[in-house]
């Protein structure tokens, strides 16, 4: 599966049973890289934000397993927004775009798997040298 280098919302395949629904994400299959690490980002207060950045190498696939939010994606001339509100897809985020996490429904729950194990040097934390970096 070749990564592509735009962000795309990906369905998940979903089994539906009467006893509770289940989704499943492997790696190389639904996402196109090797999962190195995940996380989550839950108790954010409702209608509230986490603080912008980017990548220099790193992709994620972003899953709102609970509650909603919205993920504002800038590719450094243009902003567009990814409502995401179930847990049987996610937003494919790659490489050089600066993402906000924005208005968290209260008791929401972002999943976010990574391509690369946290390395401090691949974050872009300052919109200015991001905006720099992805005008060359």
Known sequence: MNKPNEPCIIDLPRFL???GNLSVVEQSKEIPFTIKRAYWIYDVPGGE???GHAYHENYEF???LSG???VV???GLKQTTYSLNRSYYGLLLPAGYWRTLT???T???AFILA???YNPDDYILNYSEFIAKSSK
């Open 17 to 19: 049973d009467h006893r």
């Open 49 to 51: 934000a986490r603080e």
């Open 62 to 64: 972003i899953i709102a």
């Open 68 to 70: 909603s939010f919205d």
């Open 73 to 75: 994606v800038d590719n």
């Open 103 to 105: 208005n968290f429904s």
């Open 107 to 109: 008791n929401s729950l």
């Open 115 to 117: 391509s690369t194990p």
